[in-house]
Each structure stands twice: as structure tokens, then as C-alpha cells.
């Protein structure tokens, strides 16, 4: 009887032993983790002073400090065909285009205006092309729908400052605002910041040159001036494109700024005879 009795307590015995060795691993677990446990705010872990930050997949997964994303752009959460790479800084504007072989850029400055901005669009909807609207802030910031449908067109949208002043005789932080101000309307409203700048008047310095670049945009001038902005009448706008057409011109006009009735109506007549002649109307890659 003893003997049975013996032998009964022996599996009793190996229960209570495995029991006690898995609460051992749970009470050992949890003293081992207890040591990874930190205050809210602070990181979980933490590299040796003076060195740098943990390696690996631990590592990686750890939230940036605050402070890291305010100073980080915001581009750091866009795909990577849609960061703005870093652009050379140009010590003058590209007057043409020489690479879009027979084809020729329509440019548009100082709009968008609601009484001249739609005939244009009409105009080049009606032929299929695109063209490059250079907006001024101060007009697009109250026209964003005009603004959409520009670019939902296909047109490109360029800056053109805030509020049209002489560049050069501002300081560089006056130019740096008059086209940040710009480039942030129109990546508010389009969702995609410019990647071209024009400067009022055409008058450029080296600042321009260099902010341009660093918001990532390239400039672009002119090589045929329609005169327009001096209401010469339609047919010497229209004469005046025709005469000077070339391969890679990219021809000024505009669609705000004055009355550009004259603007509107060259370019019903000017564009179809470009097109007959065998010139393509495009616009440039960034």
C-alpha cells in the first residue's frame, strides 16, 4: 500500500514541478521587460552618451521627437517622383526651348482674371494644346477655382510673384516672400508646388536665381514678346507672333494686368495659323 501510494505521487509531483517552472519563466519575463519600461514621452531606449542612435528594426520603429518633425519638410511623406529635387542656380533665365524640336510654349502672365483667363482657356481647349499660366498670388488667392481649372486643363501654373514688383530692388527677404507667399497658393490650391518662376518685367538678379532654386523652381523668360501689355491692336499682336515664330520660342502675352481683350482675340486668329504651318503647341517637362 505504501508502495502504491509511492508511486501515485510521483506524476503529482512532476505537475507541481512544471507549474512552478512556467510561473519561473513568467516572473522572469516580466522582470526582464520591467527593465524596458520609460516614461511617456521619452524614448523607449537609449544609445551610450555621446553616441549614436540604436541600430535595426528596433531602432527604425521609434517615433521622431517632435521637434524632428517640425523641421522636417514635408515632402519626407511624399512618394519620391514628387520631391522637388535640388536645381543648379542659374545665372540667367532659359529664353527658349530648343529641345521641343518645331514646337513652340504659349506663356500667360499676371492672372488668373475672370474677364480674360476663360477665352483663353476656350481658345486652347478648342485646339487641344497647353500652354503656361504665370500667376501672380495676390490674383489667384481669390480665383483658386479659376486657378483649378487652369491646371485641370493640363496647363502649367508658374509663379510670378505676389504682387508684380521689381525684384531686384527688393531685399532677399522681400523676394524670398513674394514668391514663397506664391508657390504656397498654388500648392494649397493644385496640391504640387511651381517648378517655374517668372520675374516681373523680366528683370532677374542673382537672388532670384538662387531662392528660385531652392523652392525648386527653374526660370523661364521669353525669345517673342506679343507687346501686348501696350494694346497695339489685335492685328499687330497677331502679325507680330506670326513673323517671329521659330522652333523652342516661347511667346509672352498676357491674361491680366490691363485690359486684354486684344490678348484674347490674337489668339483665336494667331493660334490656329501656327497650327497649319506645322508648329506643335506644348509645354515643357520640369
Known amino acids: 500500500m505504501d508502495a502504491i501510494t509511492k508511486n501515485q505521487m510521483i506524476p503529482g509531483r512532476r505537475a507541481v514541478l512544471r507549474i512552478a517552472a512556467v510561473l519561473g519563466t513568467v516572473g522572469l519575463t516580466r522582470l526582464l521587460t520591467a527593465g524596458e519600461a520609460h516614461t511617456p514621452g521619452r524614448p523607449a531606449t537609449e544609445g551610450p552618451p555621446g553616441g549614436s542612435p540604436a541600430a535595426g528594426p528596433r531602432a ?6 517632435p ?17 522637388p529635387a535640388k536645381l543648379p542656380v ?24 475672370p474677364r480674360y483667363t476663360p477665352g483663353i482657356l ?7 494644346v497647353r500652354a503656361m499660366f ?19 486643363d493640363g496647363h502649367i501654373v508658374g509663379n510670378h510673384s505676389w504682387s508684380h514688383p521689381e525684384l531686384p530692388k527688393l531685399r532677399p527677404g522681400g523676394i524670398r516672400s513674394e514668391m514663397e507667399r506664391t508657390s504656397e497658393v498654388i500648392e ?5 508646388p511651381p517648378a517655374w518662376f517668372r520675374a516681373p518685367y523680366g528683370a532677374w538678379n542673382r537672388h532670384t536665381f538662387e531662392i528660385g532654386a531652392d ?3 527653374e526660370p523661364l523668360a521669353w525669345s517673342l514678346d506679343t507687346l501686348d501689355w501696350e494694346s497695339p491692336g489685335t492685328g499687330k499682336i497677331v502679325r507680330r507672333v506670326i513673323d517671329q515664330a521659330a522652333p523652342g520660342a516661347v511667346v509672352l502675352s498676357h491674361d491680366a494686368g490691363g485690359d486684354r481683350s486684344q490678348s484674347v482675340a490674337a489668339l483665336r486668329d494667331y493660334l490656329p495659323r501656327l497650327l497649319r504651318r506645322g508648329y506643335g503647341i506644348t509645354v515643357p517637362r520640369p
Not at 67 to 83: G, H, I
Not at 135 to 141: D, L, Q, R
Open 215 to 217: 523652392l525648386g523652381m
Open 134 to 152: 504665370f500667376v501672380c498670388g495676390g490674383m489667384a488667392t481669390g480665383r483658386r477655382d479659376l486657378l483649378r481649372e487652369i491646371a485641370d
Open 60 to 65: 527604425a520603429a521609434l517615433p521622431r521627437p
Open 188 to 192: 494649397r490650391t493644385l496640391g504640387r
Open 122 to 128: 476656350k481658345t486652347l481647349r478648342r485646339h487641344d
Open 90 to 113: 542659374r545665372r540667367e533665365p532659359l529664353l527658349e526651348l530648343p529641345e521641343l524640336g518645331r514646337s513652340m510654349v504659349l506663356t500667360f502672365d499676371d492672372g488668373p482674371d
Open 67 to 83: 521637434s524632428s518633425y517640425r523641421l522636417s519638410p514635408m515632402t519626407d511623406f511624399q512618394p519620391p517622383e514628387y520631391r
